[in-house]
């Protein structure tokens, strides 16, 4: 029974949009639509998607937009998407086969839950790591809405969870966000999921480990105050102040990071401070601390070197 709807932003995928439709074709049998967004492409994303569909027997149904932004153009679809389920998945990324078909068999053993949580490869580069097998998914609501916050439960990856269209209702992905926008809109759904999870991988995330390092590194504050501001709008879901003070320190580590190894001390200085203030577990707190004796460390041997430039 087709009882899926999946939903795909493109933006400039023609490199990589027939693999991903490729990985899609062994559960065509429960998949109802496949909504591509196509968001401003200037390349052959549309047509060769049409042609990898008509090939694959995929139902394939093009929307147009402008948003230039993953979240914009995920809600685009989500707003058109008429099947039971909701299946979102990256344009780069891949599906693995069975994937779907285990996720709605834990849907049919768990009737109540409207939110399926399976495991996921992560690619790096193109070299597989780790499988990241889901946790902690069976607690209340609340509970994993503010643990996934503060990342006391293993991230979900996009094209990793199945959910109800019912559940998410008129719940969208904030926009305008370089990074992180995914986890908001993931958090709105657990402060109000019947949540079950699956060991099983369905799907391999690609991850550019420099791609993700320039969502961090260009206008690094006015993009964390803007993410912060989307982040604050948690609490209208009940999720305590302290878990979402939490997710600003964690962030701003992980921009720190990205800073100091590319050389700005005072940029990794910045936001390592607000890391430090933030409430945390003992392992961020170690390497907050780590990272103030690692900046410490460069500062004073780059500080000779200055003042032989000025004095020549």
């Not at 939490?246 to 100091?260: D, M, N």
């Not at 409430?279 to 780059?302: D, G, H, N, V």
């Amino acid at each position: 029974m087709k009882t899926v709807s999946v939903i795909i932003p493109a933006h400039n995928a023609a490199a990589t949009i027939a693999t991903t439709l490729a990985s899609l074709r062994g559960e065509a049998e429960v998949i109802g639509e496949v909504l591509l967004v196509d968001d401003g492409s200037t390349d052959d994303t549309v047509a060769d998607a049409q042609q990898a569909a008509a090939r694959l027997l995929l139902p394939l149904r093009v929307l147009a937009a402008s948003c230039r932004d993953a979240g914009g153009a995920r809600n685009v679809a989500l707003a058109e998407a008429r099947h039971p389920w909701v299946y979102l998945i990256d344009a780069d990324d891949l599906h693995l086969r069975g994937g779907l078909g285990a996720l709605l068999r834990q849907a049919e053993t768990q009737p109540k839950a409207d939110m399926i949580v399976g495991a996921y490869r992560r690619r790096v580069s193109g070299q597989d790591r780790q499988i990241k097998v889901p946790n902690g998914y069976q607690a209340a609501c609340l509970a994993n809405a503010s643990a996934y916050v503060k990342g006391d439960i293993r991230s979900v990856a996009v094209g990793s969870v199945l959910a109800s269209r019912h559940l998410i209702g008129e719940t969208r992905f904030p926009v305008g966000l370089a990074y992180d926008e995914d986890t908001l809109f993931w958090a709105r759904l657990m402060s109000k999921a019947s949540l079950a999870m699956i060991q099983q991988p369905v799907m391999i995330y690609e991850v550019s480990p420099e791609r993700s390092d320039d969502r961090f590194a260009i206008n690094p504050v006015r993009r964390f105050l803007e993410w912060r501001r989307q982040l604050r709008t948690l609490a209208d879901c009940d999720i305590p102040l302290s878990a979402l003070k939490t997710r600003e320190g964690l962030v701003a580590l992980k921009i720190a990071r990205v800073h100091y190894a590319r050389g700005d001390l005072n940029m990794a200085a910045r936001f390592l401070a607000i890391a430090s203030a933030a409430p945390k577990r003992r392992s961020e707190a170690w390497r907050c601390l780590r990272y103030k004796f690692k900046l410490a460390a460069r500062r004073r041997l780059s500080f000779p070197i200055t003042q032989m430039r000025s004095a020549l």
